[in-house]
């Protein structure tokens, strides 16, 4: 079974500071993707990452993906306020007697001025 | 419409009461997720439509939930005899084909008392 490990699952970070979330799972698949979600709100898709070796950026948000180590972060560059959300890695199985996509438990980012 | 809309926004259902709740997907969007999201958690997948085809059913948390996409547009996701642990909110996404990204629509929030 498939599973998706996010860490940290909380992170409070100050204003204009670089951190990393990391994304692990355990089957092999070549397509990840990043989604953001506000408080009460649905999810907004950031990146998707199609084959090993991808960085997409968007501005402060970097995306990566090593299909070999099973992992892909997201590197946040000088956070600012509005980033703070809920950070969720999703992980497509589409192969095989699994067709779903499979999310991790969300990295709760909060930055603070 | 420009995106994923669900309906009803809100629900509260008495335990033992049957629910419909209702997803119309972006015009032309071909796959079909149907997700649960518990308070705090990750989305959890239910179920995958390609266009009318369900390809999987697996996350389907018992024979109480039946979805349905008849035509490969509108897609129903039914819950007979509701139980309180069936509260949360209701997620349907939708996507070009299975590579692209998902849009994701506002969700139902479904409370069983």
């Known amino acids: 079974e498939l599973k998706v490990e996010q860490n940290p699952l909380f992170l409070s970070m100050q204003e204009g500071k670089n951190y990393t979330i990391y994304c692990n799972y355990s089957t092999t698949s070549d397509r990840l993707y990043w989604y953001r979600q506000d408080p009460g709100k649905s999810l907004e898709s950031l990146f998707v990452?199609?084959?090993?070796?991808a960085v997409k950026q968007e501005g402060r948000l970097m995306a990566s993906l090593d299909t070999k180590a099973r992992l892909s972060t997201l590197h946040i560059t000088a956070a600012v306020h509005d980033l703070s959300a809920t950070y969720f890695c999703a992980v497509d199985t589409f192969a095989g007697v699994d067709n779903d996509m499979r999310f991790g438990a969300g990295t709760r980012l909060t930055v603070k001025p | 419409g420009a995106g994923v809309s669900q309906s009803p926004r809100y629900k509260v259902a008495k335990r033992g009461q049957d629910v419909a709740l209702r997803c119309d997907p972006i015009?032309?969007?071909?796959?079909l997720f149907w997700y649960q999201q518990a308070l705090g958690q990750g989305p959890e997948f239910l179920t995958y439509?390609?266009?009318?085809?369900?390809?999987?059913k697996s996350g389907l948390p018992s024979d109480r939930f039946f979805a349905e996409r008849p035509e490969g547009s509108v897609s129903t996701l039914k819950i007979q005899r509701t139980q309180q642990e069936d509260s949360a909110v209701y997620l349907c996404a939708s996507s070009l084909d299975r590579l692209e990204k998902l849009f994701f629509g506002s969700g139902t929030q479904l409370s069983v008392l």
């Open positions: 015009s032309g969007h071909v796959s």
């Open positions: 439509f390609q266009n009318e085809a369900q390809l999987d």
């Open positions: 990452l199609l084959s090993n070796g």
